[in-house]
């Protein structure tokens, strides 16, 4: 049985540095939260890719990151499908994303082998893709899903679509629209999703360096964020950032208030490097972290016997 399994999506990226365009590379959530959990604990990535010939040497491009320790890459690239894209430009000695193309990630329906672990993570990008790789570890206990799940933003007219394939998953069409409006998960759908996945014990909501909230399955509610902002160069990453590092920390056996400590101080270093280099510097300072516990459900809170789990 592995001890950690990253389910992530890769994507291509590009730079606009004074009027300049850089080769493409890769990045996404795979890249970060992978490489991230690795400086914790040996991590076994599960990653999504278009059939762009630029994914053609994505393990290649992922070793050259780290000569000593690579995370072992199960790459799925999937006929038809064109990857993510983002490009970024500097604005004001910051490292803005300014376009993004969705490629088709939400029409994607993958093929994932099956595999053995007590602690799963799922990182952003295809929710197609988040499902299939859920179904083939029914026994992960740990489970982090971005706060805003999907990318409905710019997808709005895949939602009917989607809720035929991904069904109670992601809750019904008025809750995930609810969801758009204020990028929170609403206890109905944390219910939803423990009743779906009964072997899971915690459920993360993620907003980068800014902080998140952590979801236990005995109705225990964490909010994190850290107690001065950071001085952000590039904040994309963070979120995947605070994923590896949280994950790597449960599957050693941290309690939860020592992973999101460890992850949040990492997700909050990493905003001020561009990058790999979120990766390879995230211990380099120890950044305090406020964390508050309260209850998101009440053991004697009457669920809705009409809704379909």
């Not at 997808?155 to 069904?167: E, N, T």
């Not at 899971?200 to 993620?206: D, N």
């Amino acid at each position: 049985m592995e001890k950690l399994v990253i389910g992530a999506c890769s994507n291509i990226d590009t730079v606009n540095f004074k009027g300049k365009r850089s080769r493409k590379f890769l990045n996404g959530a795979s890249i970060y939260s992978g490489y991230a959990a690795e400086l914790i604990t040996p991590t076994r990535i599960i990653t999504c890719v278009g059939e762009e010939p630029e994914n053609l040497g994505i393990i290649d491009d992922a070793k050259k990151y780290r000569e000593e320790k690579n995370p072992q890459f199960d790459v799925i690239i999937i006929k038809g499908g064109k990857s993510f894209r983002q490009c970024f430009e500097c604005v004001d000695s910051e490292l803005a994303v300014v376009s993004k193309d969705y490629g088709n990630y939400n029409d994607w329906d993958p093929d994932v082998p099956e595999f053995e672990t007590d602690t799963l993570l799922l990182g952003t990008g295809n929710p197609i893709f988040q499902k299939a790789v859920l179904d083939s570890c029914r026994k992960a206990n740990h489970i982090l899903l971005d706060s805003k799940l999907i990318h409905l933003d710019v997808r709005k007219d895949k939602v009917d679509a989607l809720l035929k394939r991904v069904d109670t998953f992601f809750g019904t069409k008025e809750e995930i629209e609810k969801l758009l409006e204020n990028c929170n998960l609403s206890p109905i759908m944390i219910t939803s999703l423990f009743k779906k996945y009964p072997n899971l014990k915690t459920i993360i909501e993620k907003d980068g360096a800014k902080g998140g909230r952590v979801f236990t399955s005995d109705g225990i509610l964490y909010t994190y964020r850290p107690e001065e902002p950071s001085k952000e160069i590039c904040s994309d990453g963070a979120g995947d950032v605070f994923a590896g590092s949280y994950s790597a920390e449960i599957a050693n056996g941290s309690s939860i208030k020592q992973a999101i400590k460890t992850a949040a101080q990492a997700a909050a270093e990493s905003v001020k490097h561009f990058g790999m280099n979120k990766v390879v510097v995230i211990n380099k300072n120890k950044i305090p972290i406020r964390i508050e516990e309260s209850r998101w459900k009440f053991k004697n809170e009457q669920e809705d016997p009409n809704r379909s789990y």
